[in-house]
């Protein structure tokens, strides 16, 4: 099935012939030459682009010799210039001009992506056509944005809002943890915050415990790229109702009638919780951020939503940078971040960390012991690290605790929380007395 493509002559024909009325309008025109639909206004756009690039003047005779004569016989000759420098009675419409350019290119984008998901749908896998053209869609939308004000008194009104409400204590998403929740003030909407350590040392468990902890008043998505949905059931039904891990593992033999209590309370509470599990394997971006957008829909900007992504290093990538890893986690880092911003959401992604920290006498990571660590260091507003010290040493006077180290905090203090870890249940609990490091 053919589109006809549409297009605005008239629109894009005024847009140019302005530049020969009033030649400043051109350093704040946002155009790009491949927006127009005219190929003959293109390359006369783009003649005028560049002597503006070069310092030279536009009008009628600079445009003729920056085009050449071969060109500008193609495109109508100078009578067709001419015609196009004289068309234009004002400029008081020129912005006008351009808004009708950009979203008439919009138009022409949007049916050449929805035609191209159509071919693909008959013969491509549905799950990844759906998904990349949700991407693409959300890239033109992007691209064609108002232009945001710089105008700082606007900002100014809404701080000033922001301040007479009072927000109690805690400002961002609660972690449930009240001495990690006194350094960061909760987890602030926009934020990309990434949680590393060793394997086995308890990302997932600690994960899972902030997360459930959010979902009772805010909400929750959990994308598990390596676990499936009813094993991180059973973990969340053991660490929010204190039901042994194993016995959970065979609960007709194993459980006693207080465990079958716990885990039937437990299943009528975790009911009631805002939290969502996405458990398919090889999710790339764009699967998450058209899941997160939805939800972001769904439960509006009245509601603070945590995204959990367990684990970064999992997360699909782009084809084109398969022979390089560094490039393909750096461009899922920025992205994450980027959908942290737009969709104004706490985004939280897991990762592993290298076997450098193996090799040291202090076993407690730092930054560079992140995979990939450049560009995942830079994105990050909060980076942080699990440390077990009954991990590494057997006869430890440390056990069953962990060590929250918070070392890269964009907005707040780095140190280290230490927290309570049942292993039994797989739950962190705050420690008496215990004072921030």
Not at 35 to 49: D, F, N, P, T
Not at 194 to 205: C, D, E, H, N, Q
């Amino acid at each position: 099935m053919e589109y006809l493509e549409p297009k605005n002559h008239e629109a894009e024909e005024a847009l140019v012939g302005a530049f020969f009325l009033d030649e400043t309008l051109i350093k704040d025109c946002t155009i790009r030459p491949d927006q127009l639909h005219s190929w003959e206004l293109r390359k006369i756009y783009s003649a005028i682009r560049s002597l503006d690039d070069k310092g030279r003047p536009i009008d009628v005779i600079t445009v003729v010799e920056e085009l050449g004569i071969p060109t500008l016989q193609t495109i109508g000759g100078v009578s067709y210039l001419n015609r196009l420098a004289g068309s234009v009675p004002t400029t008081a419409n020129f912005h006008f001009y351009e808004k009708l350019v950009k979203e008439y290119h919009q138009k022409r984008k949007t049916i050449q992506i929805a035609s191209k998901m159509i071919e693909q749908a008959k013969s491509s896998e549905i799950t990844k056509t759906l998904s990349d053209g949700i991407q693409e869609l959300m890239e033109v939308g992007d691209e064609h944005d108002e232009e945001e004000s710089s105008d700082i008194k606007s900002a100014l009104v809404e701080l000033y809002g922001e301040c007479e409400k009072d927000y109690g204590e805690m400002v961002g998403v609660p972690s449930g943890f009240s001495h990690l929740d006194k350094m960061t003030c909760g987890f602030q909407k926009s934020d990309l915050i990434i949680l590393g350590a060793r394997p086995s040392i308890g990302k997932t468990a600690f994960a899972l415990n902030v997360a459930v902890n959010a979902a009772i008043q805010d909400v929750s998505l959990f994308f598990s790229l390596e676990m499936p949905k009813i094993q991180l059931m059973k973990r969340i039904l053991c660490l929010s109702g204190n039901i042994n891990s194993i016995k959970m593992k065979n609960p007709q033999k194993e459980f006693e009638d207080k465990d079958w209590e716990h885990f039937s309370k437990t299943i009528g509470k975790m009911s009631n919780i805002n939290l969502h599990i996405f458990d398919r394997a090889g999710m790339n971006v764009s699967y998450i951020w058209s899941k997160v957008r939805k939800m972001r829909k769904q439960y509006g900007e009245q509601k603070r939503i945590m995204v959990v992504i367990d684990y970064l290093q999992l997360i699909k990538g782009d084809p084109v940078h398969k022979q390089n890893r560094q490039a393909e986690i750096s461009e899922i880092s920025r992205a994450l971040k980027t959908m942290a911003r737009e969709l104004n959401v706490v985004v939280i992604a897991l990762s592993q960390l290298s076997r450098g920290v193996e090799s040291r006498e202090d076993k407690r990571p730092i930054l560079s012991d992140l995979r990939e660590s450049g560009q995942i260091e830079q994105d990050a507003d909060l980076i942080a690290f699990l440390y077990r010290d009954d991990y590494y040493t057997r006869d430890t006077t440390q056990k069953d605790s962990m060590e929250i180290i918070l070392a890269k905090h964009r907005n707040g203090p780095t140190g280290t929380v230490k927290l309570g870890f049942n292993k039994e249940y797989g739950q962190f609990v705050d420690l008496e007395g215990y004072v921030v490091i």
